[in-house]
């Protein structure tokens, strides 16, 4: 199928759900990602900072870019002037930072984060535990940010197709978001994503409550690994 087929299918299939689709475009080019924009779609993922700048300046501003990938603090300058939203937030230190630079834009409107869970075995993925979370948001450096809104939580699954396991990952994700929603955002409309499932997982993500699923290859086909 086409990169416009399958942007049709996914909102189809996600239609009668709460979820949405973050187009994940790393590695693929400003030309497909238009084919997916010009079929409607507005939300795209990307891993890398340099990519994302890159396919900024020559894409529609009115894409929602959301950074899915691993962030260093000192590439946030890069994207703080125009990023929606940074899912993968796996330190208060990043957090800080990410505060800081949106205040020196001047933004209007906070950035939107995700706090990074670890829910899979692999150490080669990045998050933080349940716990390490909680611990952020009860710091009085988080309570004086002003420039960031936590919209919910992201986690990586193990790359497995193992669908125990698998779904046993997602719940854990689930019930940490239900802790910290239960503790810190009970009467906050704001905190309300659980972003979870990919390609080959996002299936059983929105089964076990995703509200936001995460697909490349599934959009775009194959990544080319050279990039």
């Not at 416009?4 to 693929?28: G, M, W």
């Not at 997916?36 to 894409?59: C, M, P, S, T, W």
């Not at 000192?74 to 703080?80: L, W």
């Not at 692999?122 to 420039?147: F, I, N, P, V």
Request: include cysteine; proline fraction near 2%.
């Amino acid at each position: 199928m086409s990169i416009k087929d399958n942007i049709l299918y996914f909102d189809e299939q996600l239609r009668p759900t709460p979820c949405r689709l973050v187009a994940v475009s790393k590695t693929h080019p400003v030309t497909a990602i238009k084919e997916a924009y010009d079929a409607g779609h507005r939300l795209f993922g990307e891993n890398k900072v340099q990519e994302l700048i890159d396919k900024y300046a020559l894409l529609p501003h009115d894409i929602a870019w959301h950074l899915i990938g691993h962030l260093q603090t000192n590439k946030v300058k890069y994207i703080a002037e125009f990023i929606d939203m940074i899912q993968s937030v796996d330190s208060l230190k990043l957090l800080k930072e990410i505060n800081k630079r949106a205040e020196m834009f001047g933004r209007t409107l906070p950035i939107n984060c995700m706090l990074q869970i670890a829910i899979a075995d692999e150490e080669t993925k990045y998050g933080m535990s349940c716990d390490e979370a909680e611990a952020l948001l009860q710091s009085e450096e988080y309570r004086g940010m002003k420039y960031i809104r936590i919209t919910g939580v992201m986690g990586i699954a193990t790359n497995t197709e193992d669908e125990q396991k698998l779904r046993g990952e997602f719940r854990t994700l689930r019930a940490c978001f239900t802790r910290l929603k239960e503790t810190f955002f009970f009467a906050n409309g704001d905190f309300k994503e659980i972003s979870m499932g990919m390609s080959a997982d996002w299936e059983l993500a929105l089964e076990e409550g995703s509200t936001m699923i995460r697909v490349g290859s599934g959009i775009f086909g194959a990544r080319d690994y050279s990039k």
